[in-house]
C-alpha cells in the first residue's frame, strides 16, 4: 500500500467535503460544525481505537473549566462523562490527551482565539488520580522535562490560512513569553502547509522543547506530516486510574 497516495487522496476528499459545505451552507456555526464533523471523521478513522474524539469542555477536581473545544482526544476506555448532548461531553481534564482547534481560515485573529483557547485548558489541573504503591513509577519525558501525569498536546487544524510568513510572524509574537508547555504545539494548514518543531539534529516534532525551534514546512502533504507527528505522541499517551471521589469534594449528599 501506498501511503503517501492514501493520504493525498484523504486530503484531496476532506477538501471536496470543506468546499462543498462552503457553497451549501450559509450559516457560519453550520459550517463550523460541518469542518469540525470532517476532521473528526478522520481522526476517528486513522487513529487507535482506545482513543475518543468529541467537542465539548474540560473540567478539574477545583470547579476549573475551559472554553468551548472543538475537538477532544481523551482515553476512552477509562473516562466518565459528565455531561453528554447529542454532540458535546464535559470530561475530565485527566482523561484528556490532546486538543484540536478547527479552523476554516486561520489569520491572525483566529490564531489568537486559538492561543486563548489553548491556555484555558492547559491551565486546568490534573490531580484526581490514585496514587500508585508500586516501586515502580511511570513519568512521561515531554516538552523537555518528566510528568508525572501527561500533559494536555494543543493543535490547530485549519484547511486555509493567510500567507505563511505573515502566519508565522503572529504566531511568536503570541507565544514570545509563553512557557514552553503553554502553547499551541502544532498547527496544520491543509492547503499550505505545517508549523511544528525541529531540533538541533533537524528532528521534527509536534511538540517543542528547550532546544527546538519553530519550523515552517512549506510540504505538499500536509495532512501526512501532521498525521504523522500527532501520532507519535498519542500513540505513547496513558493515564493513571482516575480518582473521581476528587470531584465529589464539592458536592453535598
Known amino acids: 500500500m501506498d501511503l503517501n497516495e492514501l493520504f493525498n487522496q484523504v486530503s484531496q476528499r476532506m477538501l471536496v467535503d470543506f468546499e462543498s459545505t462552503k457553497t451549501s451552507l450559509k450559516h457560519s456555526g453550520s459550517k463550523g460544525a460541518s469542518n469540525e464533523e470532517i476532521v473528526k471523521n478522520f481522526l476517528i478513522q486513522y487513529l487507535p481505537k482506545g482513543l475518543g474524539i468529541t467537542s465539548g469542555q474540560a473540567i478539574d477536581s477545583n470547579g476549573a473549566s475551559s472554553k468551548q473545544l472543538d475537538i477532544i482526544i481523551y482515553d476512552e476506555l477509562k473516562t466518565p462523562v459528565f455531561f453528554q448532548t447529542a454532540d458535546l461531553k464535559v470530561l475530565p481534564i485527566e482523561c484528556i490527551y490532546a486538543v484540536i482547534e478547527v479552523k476554516s481560515m486561520l489569520n491572525k485573529s483566529e490564531l489568537k482565539k486559538s492561543y486563548e483557547n489553548m491556555l484555558s485548558v492547559k491551565k486546568l489541573e490534573k ?16 516538552y523537555g522535562r518528566c510528568w508525572e501525569n501527561w500533559p494536555v498536546a494543543h493543535f490547530v487544524f485549519a484547511f486555509d490560512s493567510i500567507g505563511l510568513e505573515s502566519l508565522e510572524e503572529s504566531f511568536l509574537e503570541l507565544h514570545s513569553n509563553s512557557q514552553i508547555h503553554q502553547r499551541i504545539d502544532s498547527i496544520c494548514i491543509l492547503k499550505k502547509g505545517v508549523f511544528l518543531n525541529q531540533d538541533i539534529d533537524g528532528q521534527l516534532s509536534a511538540l517543542p522543547g528547550p532546544s527546538t525551534i519553530l519550523a515552517v514546512s512549506h510540504t505538499k502533504k500536509p495532512l501526512f506530516l501532521f498525521y504523522s507527528i500527532i501520532s507519535v505522541i498519542l500513540n505513547q499517551a496513558q493515564m493513571k486510574p482516575l480518582n473521581f471521589q476528587r470531584y465529589l469534594s464539592q458536592v453535598r449528599f
Open 127 to 142: 490531580t484526581a488520580y490514585f496514587n500508585s504503591n508500586s516501586e515502580i513509577q511511570s513519568t512521561h519525558n515531554l
